[in-house]
Structures are given as structure tokens and as C-alpha cells.
């Protein structure tokens, strides 16, 4: 599986992105699918998730209610719609694919993911 994100940019605090995860393969829809975001001198952070079925997500405490992850298997895509975004939000946001993962809070640990996106990079200005 091969992931391209997109749709980050510079935007103010209190606005809106949405971005998308496009994927290649036709084992798309057999991963569930994470978005984890970095900045410098810091560890890859999850921020949300998204099981193979799309019946299950979960969220950072720090974007619940703000965020929303979903996934269009139809299309080989998972999105990250976001908004009320503030400063501390900035960084760059990566897609990963996780196939067959397990154990509680499995979206939580990187090491499930098999596949990432090279990232887009979400600048939020106060």
C-alpha cells in the first residue's frame, strides 16, 4: 500500500482543513487507517483512527469533538476533516495503514502501522 496525504496549509486559529489520504492497492480497504502528527524535536503523535470497516474510530483527547476521521473505500481514501483548529494543531499530519492490528489501543502504537504517507504539513496562526 502506497498513501499520498494532501489538503494541509497555512490557516488561522478557528478555521477549517480537511485532509485527504489517498491510497494504492487493492488492500486498501483491508487496513485500518491512522493519521499521527509531528513536529520538530518531538514523537510522531496519534491523532485518530479508523478500523478496515470504518465502524469503529478513535480520537486524541486533544481533537475530540474537533476532528473527524472517515474512509470511502470506494475511492482507496481516508480523510481527516478538522476544524476549529488552533495554534498548537501546527504541524506536519501523516497517514498510516495498519493491516490486522491488535491488542487494546492498537491505533495508539506506530508499530502497527505497516505503511505511511510522506505527510502535509498544517500551519495554524492565532
Known amino acids: 500500500v502506497q498513501l499520498q496525504a494532501s489538503g494541509g496549509g497555512l490557516v488561522q486559529a478557528g478555521d477549517s482543513l480537511r485532509l485527504s489520504c489517498a491510497a494504492s492497492?487493492?488492500?486498501?480497504?483491508?487496513?485500518?487507517m491512522g493519521w499521527f502528527r509531528q513536529t520538530p524535536g518531538k514523537e510522531r503523535e496519534f491523532v485518530a483512527a479508523?478500523?478496515?470497516?470504518?465502524?469503529?474510530?478513535y480520537y486524541a483527547d486533544s481533537v475530540k469533538g474537533r476532528f473527524t476521521i472517515s474512509r470511502d473505500n470506494a475511492k482507496n481514501s481516508v480523510y481527516l476533516e478538522m476544524n476549529n483548529l488552533r495554534p498548537e494543531d501546527t504541524a506536519g499530519y501523516y497517514c498510516?495503514?495498519?493491516?490486522?492490528?491488535?491488542?487494546?489501543?492498537?491505533?495508539?502504537?506506530?508499530?502497527?502501522?505497516?505503511?505511511w504517507g510522506q505527510g502535509t504539513l498544517v500551519t495554524v496562526s492565532s
Open positions: 498510516g495503514a495498519a493491516f490486522m492490528p491488535s491488542g487494546p489501543g492498537w491505533y495508539l502504537r506506530r508499530s502497527e502501522y505497516q505503511y
Open positions: 492497492g487493492r488492500a486498501f480497504s483491508r487496513h485500518s
Open positions: 479508523v478500523t478496515w470497516t470504518g465502524g469503529n474510530t
